[in-house]
């Protein structure tokens, strides 16, 4: 099977500007996860997203948004980019929500730099 | 935060010699996940150990779990340069989502 894929890799943004980064789940996933990790911060959860439901949230501000598709793919979208947003975001996938024995595959992620 | 900690935050060896590092959180879990990055690409899951579990092992990787102290660690065996790397626990309690620890930056040197 394919891997998780995010695109784009690489991404250069201005402040104020917005940004959609994409991900592909493996196939016959259900469970996709987003998460931001930066040198200051580490590593944190944004949200998952199940059967095209949000299901789980993360302490971020609602510039921070997502959707999930009928196909499992995944969006998310910052608004009104700041400084702090540059990160590395990376996405995750399991083949169903819920259970403790899931683990996540992950992404290459999409570096984001905001200038 | 449930976000764990973790010990040391760099590590130095030689290729042969074995490799601890530690892990602390603050929560009940689920389970607890070691998870390995390569020069800031995407994660890969090493191993998991389930809250009723105290060791496990798989290869070269042992790991064990005491839920009273709210720790974990990971020993690499006979490190090859190749295990260079980030490696993050990661804590699973009641939702779905991973608190990732604070990661150790570990350098084999050939």
């Known amino acids: 099977k394919a891997g998780v894929t995010q695109t784009p890799r690489y991404l250069i943004k201005t402040r104020g500007q917005q940004v959609t980064l994409s991900c592909s789940p493996i196939s016959g996933h259900r469970s996709v996860s987003w998460y931001q990790q930066t040198p200051g911060q580490g590593l944190q959860f944004l949200f998952e997203?199940?059967?095209?439901?949000?299901?789980n949230k993360g302490n971020f501000p609602g510039r921070f948004s997502g959707r999930q598709f009928s196909n499992s793919r995944s969006e998310m979208n910052v608004s009104t980019l700041e400084l702090g947003d540059s990160a590395l975001y990376l996405c995750?996938?399991?083949?169903?929500?819920?259970?403790?024995?899931?683990?996540?595959?992950f992404g290459p992620g999409t570096r984001l730099l905001v200038l | 935060s449930q976000q764990g900690e973790e010990d040391p935050q760099a590590l130095s060896i030689q290729e042969g010699e074995n490799a601890t590092m530690n892990c602390s959180y603050k929560t009940s879990i689920n389970n607890l996940q070691w998870y390995r990055q390569n020069s800031g690409r995407g994660l890969v899951h090493l191993i998991l150990?389930?809250?009723?579990?105290r060791e496990k092992h798989s290869g070269r990787l042992r790991v064990t779990l005491d839920t009273s102290k709210k720790s974990s660690s990971l020993l690499i065996t006979a490190s090859r340069a190749a295990d260079t790397a980030s490696y993050f626990c990661a804590t699973r309690g009641g939702a779905n989502n991973l608190f990732f620890g604070t990661g150790t930056r570990l350098t084999v040197i050939p």
């Open positions: 997203y199940f059967s095209e439901t949000q299901r």
């Open positions: 150990i389930r809250s009723n579990e």
């Open positions: 995750a996938s399991t083949f169903q929500s819920g259970g403790d024995q899931e683990t996540q595959y």
